[in-house]
């Protein structure tokens, strides 16, 4: 029965090592596949979620300003009439 033993321990640690060359390389891929990721974001000059908050406050602004212009031009023809 001890040969048999022998040869499911070198399975045993054969599978073991096989797992952890399979781990190390899913673990390398990932970070190549992140790093291409963000090298292809960079270069598309995306804007960071910050910038587009700070556009989007602006412009709210910018339409809030407008509307008010809108009332005092409409109320200062209204009085000229």
Known sequence: MQPGN??????SKLMSNAMGVAQGAKTEAETAMKGWVDRWMA??????????????AMAVRAREENAA?????????????
């Open 43 to 56: 270069d598309r000059d995306f804007v960071t979620r910050e910038e587009f908050d700070a556009v989007k």
């Open 69 to 81: 212009l809108e009332a005092r031009i409409a109320a200062l023809e209204a009085q000229k009439a």
């Open 6 to 11: 022998k040869i499911f321990d070198d399975m």
